[in-house]
């Protein structure tokens, strides 16, 4: 199971679970495109254990989570 399929059954079956893709490259158009638009939760590779911790901090206390088009089928 890739990371965008974990993603979606996260979403689907407990959609207020918190979702932090991380990555250098993607290959996948709708995770690129969506991580761009700024409506999925992504942090680029290279990152500093801080913009990890912030970018964490953000997630767990934002009251709505992001699922931009690449998490629905």
Do not use: C, H, W
């Not at 689907?12 to 995770?31: C, H, N």
Request: glycine letters at 6%; a negative charge; hydrophobic letters at 40%.
């Amino acid at each position: 199971m890739s990371g965008i399929e974990t993603a979606r059954f996260l979403a689907e079956t407990l959609p207020r679970t918190p979702i932090l893709f991380v990555s250098g490259y993607t290959e996948d158009t709708a995770l690129r495109d969506s991580a761009l638009r700024g409506d999925l939760n992504f942090l680029a590779k290279p990152f500093s254990v801080s913009a990890l911790s912030e970018r964490l901090r953000l997630l767990l206390d934002a009251p709505t989570q992001l699922t931009g088009p690449a998490l629905t089928t």
